[in-house]
């Protein structure tokens, strides 16, 4: 039988229908990547942001007495204290700060294990001057041993020119040998992305090209499906070609997925230059020779995981043989972390070794022509003998001619309307929330940065609103448009009574305090992990608000989070959860997912919104099941936002009402007495108030 190109794209595109007829296979090979970096991003800016470090906050050091602090910030500042020239040059240029502050309630070395301190200092002062200066580190943390190493140098280098002063002024011929400082050889590029990256792509490559060359393979031998091959007129290696190529295929939209979401990733949360360092970084011409990459090692490993999975009997048998060559590509990709390793010689033929090995010199801007060819080409040459030795172990069995499905059928809208969506569709959903809002939001406030002049705060209150519109707002839309689902029982956009109202506001009136003490509470706690600097940028935040108008900042604060976040959770997700879960399920999932979707901001995990956003959650979900409908839910979020808002705005004028917020974050007891009152009393409003006739819209998506 003659081979046509035709032939062939028809027999790929049904073994590719059959890797992609299940959606949790896009969920785990495609959309995983898109949720992965983001979060490791956010964790890696948390992690800076609640570290500091001597270049940006410098190192706090804690004394007992305002004398010890007085006499300690002295001495550092002394001129004479500062390393000489030719020192400060060999350490980079960068000259540590400290900064001294009293421990008040407590002892040095106490808040130095309480990780309130980088160190402690203990001065004994002997008639008026300090005669005995003790400097304490927290044993095992390394930023607290640089910072006792260099403020002790400091010290000694303070004394050493008191001794050089004293000495010339009692020898004047004194005098005695310079010191200079010179470089020599090439600078490390201190690329950490060259180090990396390529190790995390082959990993993700390697993980996306496994199950379909197992499910392709050994698992349609299990399901019996491959048993008509004998009697079918395709040669065998022509269905082997058209397993390879969707192989390939998906183990490289998975490479895609992962070098788009971690490009997209560093770049938009300013990552990037801070992990290439003086290397080339990751541009676009980068990213296009790390595509080109993968392609080829797609290619490669494809060929040598069908050349293991073409004989084994069962899905479990194949998993037994690539779980050792899984573990051992670890090895050769490990070899990207070590410096010193080039792309050159016998590493240049050795197969996985060349292509990490290539992709590190890409990063870096530093690729060998020679040792590159001979990467590419001998690449190629394995994944040929590979698939050689795949055709000659290929059984006889034939294709499976019984799926229709195909990638466009995950798109395309069904012939009739749905009342609601189902569970598989909010997992869709959800699975691309994330990534959307990290790279709209972060996309806006990139752009806003690299706007002339400096950021205007009302601006940025409406970039943030688009960012959740586009985000939350426009992908659960697209989601019912595309599944045909009828759009105000998606939503529960339904009538509901006044008493559901009425306790909205009451509920409102009293839950936006206990807000408040949550996030109170969580800083104290040291949930939150925001120092001294941090703060202050807050509070900076909020004299910005002063200045706008009240209007924008219930506008863009509290009426389209209200509006947006309530059709996105308690409308589209609640609906759908409602299907498959009983309705406190359905409350507790959505109210969870709400915390979590909160303490994603930008690029940061604010860890401490988790509580309250949750337990606001339960509320709205709660009012949403008992009404119904959404549109209570939505005056509730509206005004405990702007309560909330309007508070931060207006902190100093409230002195009147018997707080002090200036001198306590914390809200008086009178007001938090109060608060739980309103609270008691709209849960007994909205209890009171006779819930809906159950129509077939809230028995679909009630279960009443």
Not at 295 to 312: E, K, N, R
């Amino acid at each position: 039988m003659k081979l046509t190109w035709s032939r062939l794209a028809r027999l790929s595109r049904k073994e590719l229908r059959e890797t992609l007829r299940d959606r949790r296979t896009i969920l785990t090979l495609v959309l995983m990547p898109l949720l992965v970096y983001p979060l490791l991003s956010m964790a890696l800016n948390r992690f800076l942001l609640s570290t500091g470090g001597p270049g940006e906050s410098g190192f706090v050091v804690g004394v007992e007495t305002s004398d010890e602090g007085d006499w300690l910030t002295s001495l550092i500042n002394d001129p004479r204290s500062q390393p000489p020239e030719e020192i400060v040059k060999a350490s980079g240029g960068n000259l540590a700060e400290f900064k001294v502050v009293v421990t008040d309630g407590t002892t040095p070395s106490e808040a130095l294990l309480a990780n309130d301190l980088d160190i402690a200092a203990k001065l004994e002062i002997t008639a008026g001057e300090p005669s005995s200066i003790t400097v304490t580190a927290f044993n095992g943390d390394q930023a607290s041993h640089s910072a006792r190493r260099i403020l002790v140098e400091r010290l000694q280098w303070l004394k050493l020119r008191d001794a050089v002063d004293l000495l010339k002024r009692v020898v004047p011929q004194f005098d005695t040998f310079d010191v200079h400082t010179d470089e020599i050889g090439e600078k490390p590029s201190g690329n950490v992305l060259g180090s990396v990256i390529p190790l995390v792509l082959v990993l993700m490559t390697i993980t996306g090209a496994v199950y379909p060359a197992i499910d392709l393979t050994a698992g349609e031998r299990e399901r019996g499906t491959m048993e008509a091959l004998m009697a079918s007129p395709v040669p065998r290696w022509w269905l082997l070609l058209a397993k390879y190529i969707a192989v390939v295929t998906v183990a490289l939209l998975t490479a895609i997925a992962n070098l788009g979401a971690m490009y997209t990733t560093l770049t938009l949360t300013g990552l990037m230059p801070m992990l290439a360092g003086d290397g080339a970084g990751m541009g676009l011409s980068q990213v296009v020779q790390i595509l080109m990459l993968l392609v080829l090692f797609s290619a490669f490993f494809a060929a040598v995981l069908l050349s293991l999975t073409s004989f084994a009997r069962s899905f479990k048998e194949a998993q037994a043989y690539l779980i050792p060559v899984m573990l051992l590509s670890l090895a050769p990709a490990m070899l990207s972390l070590m410096p010193g390793i080039k792309l050159a010689g016998p590493l240049a033929v050795a197969p996985l070794i060349n292509i990490v090995l290539l992709a590190r010199e890409i990063l870096s801007g530093d690729v060998p022509v020679l040792g590159a060819s001979i990467a590419v080409v001998t690449t190629i040459l394995y994944a040929a003998a590979a698939l050689a030795i795949a055709a000659k172990l290929f059984g006889s069995d034939a294709v499976n001619r019984t799926s229709e499905r195909s990638i466009g059928s995950l798109f395309r809208r069904p012939a009739q309307s749905s009342l609601v969506p189902n569970a598989g569709e909010a997992g869709m959903v959800l699975a691309l929330l994330l990534p959307a809002s990290f790279v709209v939001s972060n996309a806006l406030m990139h752009w806003l940065r690299g706007q002339e002049g400096p950021v205007n705060v009302g601006l940025q209150l409406v970039l943030n609103a688009c960012g959740l519109i586009l985000a939350f707002g426009m992908i659960p839309l697209a989601a019912t448009y595309l599944g045909r689902h009828r759009y105000r029982s998606t939503y529960r956009i339904t009538k509901a009574r006044l008493g559901y109202f009425a306790g909205a506001i009451v509920l409102a009136l009293g839950g936006w305090a206990f807000a408040h003490e949550a996030l109170v509470l969580a800083d104290q706690w040291g949930i939150a992990l925001l120092n001294e600097d941090q703060m202050e940028r807050t509070r900076g935040l909020l004299d910005k608000w002063k200045t706008i108008s009240p209007v924008l900042l219930l506008a863009t604060m509290a009426l389209a989070p209200a509006v947006v976040e309530e059709l996105c959770f308690r409308g589209y997700l609640f609906s759908a959860f409602s299907t498959v879960l009983r309705p406190w399920q359905t409350i507790a999932v959505t109210s969870v997912l709400f915390g979590l979707f909160h303490v994603f901001v930008g690029s940061t995990l604010l860890v401490e919104r988790f509580l309250p956003t949750t337990l606001l959650g339960f509320l709205l979900g709660w009012l949403a099941y008992r009404s119904g409908s959404v549109l209570p839910g939505m005056l509730m979020h509206f005004l405990h936002n702007g309560l909330l808002e309007l508070v931060a705005r207006y902190h100093e004028k409230l002195d009147f009402l018997g707080a002090d917020l200036e001198a306590s974050r914390h809200l008086p007891v009178t007001w938090l007495a109060s608060a739980g009152g309103f609270v008691v009393v709209g849960i007994v409003l909205v209890l009171l108030t006779k819930r809906p006739e159950p129509t077939s819209a809230t028995v679909a998506v009630d279960g009443v």
